[in-house]
């Protein structure tokens, strides 16, 4: 069965961290490029961070650039998220997607990260 599964969401201060994954069952990531999104209640779906498919280049959307890493391992079939610093506007359901130019679109089933004092 082809599925994303998001794991490492959780509960933690200000100023905490978290490492979120997710990983690939059914399919391999290797020429796929992987993105993370966000979506907190109420608002739109945000793009958090991207990875082209051999992992050199990467893209931030602006609200996370400095905090949040992204990086990949094909051989694991898992990306990961490396999130720094979070701040309550952080919280949100996170989920990820794998694309590619001629592939079928798969997406996550998302892991909540909550941020609060």
């Known amino acids: 069965q082809v599925r994303l599964v998001g794991s490492g969401g959780g509960s933690v201060h200000p100023g905490g961290s978290l490492r979120l994954a997710c990983a690939a069952y059914g399919f391999t990531i290797e020429r796929y490029s992987m993105t993370w999104y966000r979506q907190a209640p109420g608002k739109d779906r945000e793009l958090v961070a991207t990875i082209s498919v051999a992992g050199g280049n990467t893209d931030y959307g602006d609200p996370v650039k400095g905090r949040f890493i992204i990086s990949r391992d094909n051989a694991k079939h898992t990306v990961y998220l490396q999130m720094n610093n979070l701040q309550p506007e952080d919280t949100a359901l996170y989920f990820c997607?794998?694309?590619?130019?001629?592939?079928?679109?798969?997406w996550g089933q998302g892991t909540q990260v909550t941020v609060t004092s």
């Open positions: 997607k794998a694309h590619g130019a001629g592939r079928p679109t798969y």
